[in-house]
């Protein structure tokens, strides 16, 4: 049984190596990832996934939208995943549904009107079914290459996506697909736990706790801290990242969402942060363990890099929120 995964951009290599199997493609607003599953058991534990579908099937974009969309949608195919999906959560005869489409070029036709046929197709193979949103069922058509598309019914929820949701939300809160790739680029669980200096709402702190890390969060903010302590739980600390209230020595990694962009700003002269921030990593964490952090490649983060004297042993380039950033690792 084929499989696919949809995570940020960018993180299409994590998630194979999560997989430990699979091919990315991309489909314009997000990383795909194929994947073949063992018999018909999906691979939902993905963590740096943000959806898992099944797919229904693959088809090239060489014929008229209305051939292309009956190719995709085959009653065989159909019939087949929603067989997988009704192993997932029960399934009834009337249900509700809807199509999402993402295409690369509207020059040969539109994406709303591949949309509707694909929905006409499926109201007519399943008429106890009807339209909603949201909907018990939903089918995504990707391009995932140019010239290739591929229909999939949806096997997560938002539920995945979100980890349930947060107790508390704060706006430019980090996203738990990528929170899961920043806490697997540092590595397995250490004896010491895992250090958020900039813990925000607390989902480093999750994710790192969900793989078997202990974890420790702080930040500059206090109601970002009593955001974290009711999301995460777990040792929280009040204080500024560049002095940090903890022994040296004290953790096994640091992994931390540096503030960028226009809500949550650097601090005046960022060379001299970054690099205070870098000094005192080192401290709490030691000269071998790993810092990880997520941040654009500004002049001023390449700067304090070059004072503080150790390459990056890795650097995914993210889109996030619109822009262009980076996980780092030292």
Same mark, same amino acid.
């Given at each position: 049984?084929?499989?696919?995964?949809?995570?940020?951009?960018?993180?299409?290599?994590?998630?194979?190596?999560?997989?430990?199997?699979?091919e990315?493609?991309?489909?314009?607003?997000?990383?795909?990832?194929?994947?073949?599953g063992?018999?018909?058991?999906?691979?939902?534990?993905?963590?740096?996934?943000?959806?898992?579908?099944?797919?229904?099937a693959h088809?090239?974009?060489?014929?008229?939208?209305?051939?292309?969309?009956?190719?995709?949608?085959?009653?065989?195919?159909?019939?087949?995943?929603?067989?997988?999906?009704?192993?997932?959560?029960?399934?009834?005869?009337?249900?509700?549904?809807?199509?999402?489409?993402?295409?690369?070029?509207?020059?040969?036709?539109?994406?709303t009107?591949?949309?509707?046929?694909?929905?006409?197709?499926?109201?007519?193979?399943?008429? %106890? +079914?009807?339209?909603?949103?949201? $909907?018990?069922?939903e089918?995504? !058509?990707?391009? *995932?290459?140019?010239?290739? #598309?591929?229909?999939?019914?949806?096997?997560?929820?938002?539920?995945?996506?979100?980890?349930?949701?947060?107790?508390?939300?704060?706006?430019?809160?980090?996203r738990?697909?990528?929170?899961?790739?920043?806490?697997?680029?540092?590595?397995?669980?250490?004896?010491?736990?895992?250090?958020?200096?900039?813990?925000?709402?607390?989902?480093?702190?999750s994710?790192?706790?969900?793989?078997?890390?202990?974890?420790?969060?702080?930040?500059?903010?206090?109601?970002?801290?009593g955001?974290?302590?009711?999301?995460a739980?777990?040792?929280?600390?009040?204080?500024?990242?560049?002095?940090?209230?903890?022994?040296?020595?004290?953790?096994?990694?640091?992994?931390?969402?540096?503030?960028?962009?226009?809500?949550?700003?650097?601090?005046?002269?960022?060379? %001299? +942060?970054?690099?205070?921030?870098? $000094?005192?990593?080192?401290?709490? !964490?030691?000269? *071998?363990?790993?810092l990880? #952090?997520?941040?654009?490649d500004?002049?001023?983060?390449?700067?304090?890099?070059?004072?503080?004297?150790?390459?990056?042993?890795?650097?995914?380039?993210?889109?996030?929120?619109?822009?262009?950033?980076?996980?780092?690792?030292?």
């Open positions: 049984m084929r499989f696919f995964a949809t995570t940020v951009p960018g993180l299409g290599a994590a998630l194979i190596d999560e997989a430990g199997q699979g990315r493609e991309y489909d314009g607003r997000a990383d795909v990832v194929l994947l073949e063992p018999g018909d058991a999906p691979p939902l534990d993905l963590r740096v996934a943000e959806d898992v579908f099944v797919e229904v088809v090239p974009r060489d014929r008229p939208m209305r051939h292309l969309a009956a190719a995709l949608l085959s009653r065989e195919g159909l019939d087949r995943a929603l067989s997988v999906l009704g192993g997932v959560r029960p399934l009834r005869a009337s249900m509700s549904f809807r199509v999402i489409a993402r295409v690369r070029s509207e020059r040969d036709f539109q994406r009107s591949f949309r509707d046929e694909l929905a006409a197709l499926v109201a007519t193979a399943k008429p %106890r +079914w009807r339209v909603g949103d949201p $909907a018990d069922i089918l995504w !058509a990707l391009e *995932t290459r140019k010239g290739l #598309f591929r229909l999939g019914v949806r096997l997560t929820t938002s539920a995945h996506r979100h980890r349930g949701g947060r107790e508390e939300e704060r706006e430019g809160a980090l738990p697909a990528v929170a899961a790739a920043m806490v697997r680029i540092a590595g397995p669980p250490q004896r010491g736990p895992v250090f958020d200096p900039c813990c925000g709402t607390g989902t480093i702190l994710e790192a706790r969900a793989v078997g890390w202990a974890a420790i969060g702080g930040d500059v903010d206090p109601v970002a801290v955001a974290a302590a009711r999301n739980g777990g040792a929280l600390l009040q204080g500024d990242a560049v002095r940090a209230p903890l022994a040296g020595g004290r953790v096994g990694a640091v992994v931390t969402n540096l503030p960028f962009g226009h809500r949550y700003p650097l601090p005046d002269q960022p060379v %001299r +942060w970054f690099s205070a921030l870098f $000094a005192e990593c080192e401290r709490v !964490a030691g000269p *071998t363990a790993p990880v #952090f997520l941040t654009p500004s002049s001023g983060w390449r700067v304090a890099v070059e004072r503080y004297g150790r390459d990056p042993s890795t650097r995914v380039d993210i889109k996030l929120l619109g822009m262009t950033t980076a996980i780092w690792r030292f």
